[in-house]
């Protein structure tokens, strides 16, 4: 699913659980910080692997959220290649549905 802003998020998260986070740094009404703060300091969500998304990833930034619990930090323009990399090693291909 995709949110707007991070409140849409947490209310997203209530109704339906994540197996992954893309998060980006700048949000609408908050960061990124904030939230990658906030769900690691849930019980709900603070197992959820988290891969962050920016403009402007550098060694400390990426060292600073990989403190706070952050599994990987994507540079933008993305490449979807990498996308597809890190969501597989974090929680594994997609298993298509049953028929």
């Known amino acids: 699913m995709t949110v707007a802003n991070w409140g849409d998020g947490l209310e997203a998260l209530g109704k339906r659980p994540a197996d992954l986070i893309l998060l980006d740094l700048i949000l609408p009404g908050d960061t990124g910080w904030t939230a990658a703060e906030e769900l690691r300091g849930d019980a709900t969500t603070a197992s959820i692997p988290i891969i962050i998304v920016s403009a402007h990833v550098v060694p400390q930034l990426d060292s600073r959220l990989r403190n ?7 540079e933008k323009p993305l490449d979807p290649d990498d996308i597809v990399t890190q969501v597989n090693r974090l929680i594994g291909p997609a298993t298509p549905a049953p028929d």
């Not at 706070?68 to 994507?74: A, K, P, Q, Y």
């Open 68 to 74: 706070l619990g952050v599994e990987c930090c994507l």
